[in-house]
């Protein structure tokens, strides 16, 4: 006789689980990089048994995907929430805005800037799936929302992608640098409104 299998209903935590564990992952991938980064190490982070983490990511690779998962998911979330509030705006200025949000969501979260870096340098199949899933996109929406248009012709544009990218990131990834060559504490909200201010007229100049 056939019996009937019962699905299993996830435990009501089982999201702020997952969401703990990727949490714990994208700060290790950041600091340590994929190969060095235990996931017995994540899960301790996360407050979890390793056994919970390997139900929800079977595999290092599944769990470093979530992570980029997450690291992109809020940027998307963070500068189109702002563009929306700005319909209405000059378009210059509305580009600027969504530029000055970018700079504040990787201030915010400084380890995703080392978490792409870390991953940037390869060109494996963590790289090619990295580009192929988030950056194209992030790119075809950088140039919609007039991001890139210090590129005058087609072939700058990748000049005007990495010359926002490393503006925008860069002083909040090494803020240790910053802060014993310049005196600059870049954590700082003041700091951070100023960068968000240089980069967005750097990009794209008043008038």
């Known amino acids: 006789?056939?019996?009937?299998?019962?699905r299993r209903t996830p435990a009501p935590h089982a999201d702020a689980t997952r969401a703990r564990i990727v949490g714990?992952?994208?700060k290790a991938f950041a600091e340590k990089g994929f190969e060095a980064a235990s996931t017995r190490?994540?899960?301790?982070?996360?407050?979890?048994?390793q056994g919970l983490?390997?139900?929800h990511?079977?595999?290092?690779?599944e769990l470093w995907r979530a992570a980029t998962d997450r690291i992109f998911g809020v940027l998307r979330k963070a500068v189109a929430g702002?563009?929306?509030s700005l319909d209405d705006a000059d378009p210059s200025e509305r580009s600027r805005e969504a530029i000055r949000e970018y700079v504040r969501t990787m201030a915010g979260n400084p380890e995703f800037f080392r978490f792409?870096?870390?991953?940037g340098h390869r060109y494996d199949a963590r790289t090619r799936w990295l580009v192929d899933t988030h950056i194209k996109s992030a790119f075809a929406i950088m140039k919609e929302l007039g991001l890139l248009r210090a590129a005058r012709r087609e072939e700058d544009l990748p000049h005007a992608l990495f010359s926002l990218l490393g503006a925008a990131s860069f002083i909040f990834g090494v803020q240790g640098n910053?802060?014993?060559?310049?005196?600059?504490?870049?954590?700082?909200?003041?700091?951070?409104?100023a960068h968000a201010d240089f980069v967005a007229n750097l990009m794209i100049p008043p008038g």
């Open 1 to 6: 006789m056939a019996t009937t299998r019962t």
């Open 24 to 26: 714990a992952a994208v």
């Open 41 to 49: 190490e994540i899960a301790r982070v996360a407050g979890v048994e």
């Open 53 to 55: 983490l390997t139900y």
């Open 57 to 61: 990511f079977p595999s290092k690779d």
């Open 82 to 84: 702002r563009v929306a």
């Open 116 to 119: 792409i870096v870390d991953q």
């Open 178 to 193: 910053c802060r014993r060559l310049t005196g600059l504490d870049p954590r700082k909200r003041e700091a951070i409104e």
